[in-house]
C-alpha cells in the first residue's frame, strides 16, 4: 500500500503558475508508475500527465502539453506537476495516482489515489 497527499493547489489568474506536489509514504516509491488526473464539476475524471517509474518517459494530454511539465524525484518520494500559462478551463481537483501502468491514461490503471487539491485559475 502506498499513500499519496497532493499539495500546491491554488486560486491563480490566467496565465499564471501553480506549482504541484505529491508525497508518497508506505511502499517503495521507485515501483510505481505516476500519474496526474483531474476532475471538473459535473465532469468525469481525465488523465493530465504521467510518469515512468524512474521518470525518463513522460506522458500529457494534448490539452496541458507544452504547458505542464511531470516530473518526480524517488530521492523524496515526490512526484511534481509544474503549471504554466494557465487557462479558466485548468480549474478542476487535481488527483495524484499510482500504478504499475507506465504511462497509462486510463484511471483505472492506477491502484493509489490521493485526495485531491483543488486548483482555481480566475479570467
Known amino acids: 500500500q502506498v499513500q499519496l497527499v497532493e499539495s500546491g493547489g491554488g486560486l491563480v489568474q490566467a496565465g499564471g503558475s501553480l506549482r504541484l506536489s505529491c508525497a508518497a509514504s508506505?511502499?517503495?516509491?521507485?515501483?510505481?508508475?505516476m500519474g496526474w488526473f483531474r476532475q471538473a464539476p459535473g465532469e468525469e475524471r481525465e488523465f493530465v500527465a504521467a510518469s515512468s517509474w524512474s521518470g525518463g518517459s513522460t506522458y500529457y494530454a494534448n490539452s496541458v502539453k507544452g504547458r505542464f511539465t511531470i516530473s518526480r524525484d524517488n530521492a523524496k518520494n515526490t512526484v511534481y506537476l509544474q503549471m504554466n500559462s494557465l487557462k479558466p478551463e485548468d480549474t478542476a481537483v487535481y488527483y495524484c495516482?499510482?500504478?504499475?501502468?507506465?504511462?497509462?491514461?486510463?484511471?483505472?490503471?492506477?491502484?493509489?489515489w490521493g485526495q485531491g487539491t483543488q486548483v482555481t485559475v480566475s479570467s
Open positions: 508506505g511502499r517503495t516509491f521507485s515501483n510505481y508508475a
Open positions: 495516482a499510482a500504478g504499475y501502468w507506465s504511462g497509462s491514461y486510463r484511471a483505472r490503471n492506477y491502484d493509489h
